[in-house]
């Protein structure tokens, strides 16, 4: 099952008004007239960051990524939970027969351990070795400088013990206050909306490929609350680029109702991608803003005019005004 598939089953379910219909990256509540703003982010070991990646960078990541989708509503953070794996020893026996077992069997697969909350006692030491400890304590590290660096303080979260090879396997909700209202939302370009981005596109994968080039790019991406804020009351629809500029352009197209022509020559990339193009627009994990603008109104922010909205459906591309064929892959997808 692909994962427009499972989405799809999904929407037949029971959804909260808040959920926009499962359209958005993020859903909304409004609790006491308060308007509240949720999206939940998970990263795989090997997936979605290297197995060698540095683990305070694994936790700047991890955490500016889900702030990103705050940012594409206009959401200032408030706070984050996090679900946490602490991996299982190979060096250290347990104590006692009974934990020795309830390892031995969470190694072969079988029932783990009893989970254990963050909220009240915050996480347990990590069972591992020192190879897992020093892990552990380098990603608290990280999760400290990012917390501190986008003012959203931890609120809880959960712990979960994992065999000692299994990958890992991190989960983060944040949760914001809107700022605008409307919340900005991706479905609501309008045919003659110009649309934008944020940034330079590609450089995550520069930092990826070449981290000398672009040391942060991809290791500590930003999440652009501030320009989010700016743009909430002005921007007709609004989204970060996670999984490619082309998918995530057609993507606002489609819950818009619309067709979206990008101009190829117009995306800002790295001097080092000009001739590669293509290759920029549709690696994704950029995490700068998309956002669409009535024709003629000016962005509050540094951003780039890379296309417009039309009727119809669908997304076409050209490189100096002459259509190009769309890539086999417009970016990344699950499934």
């Known amino acids: 099952m692909t994962e427009a598939e499972f989405?799809?089953?999904?929407?037949?379910?029971?959804?909260?008004?808040?959920?926009?219909?499962?359209?958005?990256?993020?859903?909304?509540?409004?609790?006491?007239?308060?308007?509240?703003?949720?999206?939940?982010?998970?990263?795989?070991?090997?997936?979605?960051f290297p197995a060698d990646m540095a683990p305070a960078d694994v936790a700047w990541r991890?955490?500016?990524?889900?702030?990103?989708?705050?940012?594409?509503?206009?959401?200032?953070?408030?706070?984050?939970?996090?679900?946490?794996?602490?991996?299982?020893?190979?060096?250290?026996?347990?104590?006692?027969?009974?934990?020795?077992?309830?390892?031995?069997?969470?190694?072969?697969?079988?029932?783990?351990?009893?989970?254990?909350?963050?909220?009240?006692?915050?996480?347990?030491?990590s069972p591992g070795g020192s190879e897992t400890e020093n892990w552990d304590d380098a990603f608290l590290d990280g999760l400290a400088q990012v917390l501190?660096?986008?003012?959203?303080?931890?609120?809880?979260?959960?712990?979960?013990?994992?065999?000692?090879h299994a990958p890992r396997v991190l989960t983060i909700t944040a949760i914001g206050n809107a700022t605008h209202l409307p919340v900005a939302i991706r479905s609501g370009a309008k045919a003659g909306d110009a649309l934008y981005v944020t940034g330079t596109i590609g450089a995550a994968l520069l930092g990826f490929e070449r981290p000398?080039?672009?040391?942060?790019?991809?290791?500590?991406?930003?999440?652009?609350?501030?320009?989010?804020?700016?743009?909430?009351?002005?921007?007709?629809?609004?989204?970060?680029?996670?999984?490619?500029?082309?998918?995530?352009?057609?993507?606002?197209?489609?819950?818009?109702?619309?067709?979206?022509?990008?101009?190829?020559?117009?995306?800002?990339?790295?001097?080092?991608?000009?001739?590669?193009?293509?290759?920029?627009v549709t690696w994704g994990d950029d995490y700068q803003l998309l956002f669409a603008l009535p024709s003629g109104a000016t962005p509050l922010v540094a951003a780039t005019r890379i296309g417009q909205f039309a009727p119809g459906q669908g997304l076409t591309l050209t490189d100096h005004g002459t259509p190009i064929p769309l890539p086999a892959s417009l970016g990344y997808q699950h499934g």
């Open 148 to 164: 501190t660096h986008y003012s959203a303080p931890l609120l809880g979260g959960d712990t979960v013990s994992i065999p000692p």
């Open 7 to 48: 989405i799809a089953r999904l929407r037949t379910l029971p959804l909260h008004p808040g959920a926009a219909g499962l359209v958005d990256d993020a859903a909304t509540l409004t609790p006491g007239g308060e308007t509240l703003v949720l999206s939940t982010d998970t990263m795989v070991e090997g997936v979605h």
């Open 212 to 280: 000398e080039t672009q040391p942060n790019a991809y290791r500590r991406p930003v999440a652009r609350i501030a320009d989010g804020i700016a743009l909430a009351p002005h921007a007709s629809a609004m989204m970060d680029v996670s999984d490619g500029l082309l998918l995530d352009a057609q993507r606002m197209a489609a819950a818009s109702n619309l067709s979206v022509r990008i101009a190829l020559d117009a995306v800002p990339v790295p001097p080092e991608l000009a001739t590669d193009r293509l290759r920029a």
């Open 62 to 125: 991890l955490i500016a990524c889900a702030l990103s989708d705050l940012a594409a509503k206009g959401a200032a953070p408030v706070g984050v939970l996090l679900n946490y794996p602490l991996r299982a020893s190979v060096t250290h026996p347990a104590s006692t027969p009974a934990n020795a077992g309830a390892q031995s069997r969470a190694a072969d697969g079988g029932v783990q351990p009893p989970k254990t909350s963050t909220s009240a006692t915050g996480p347990r030491p």
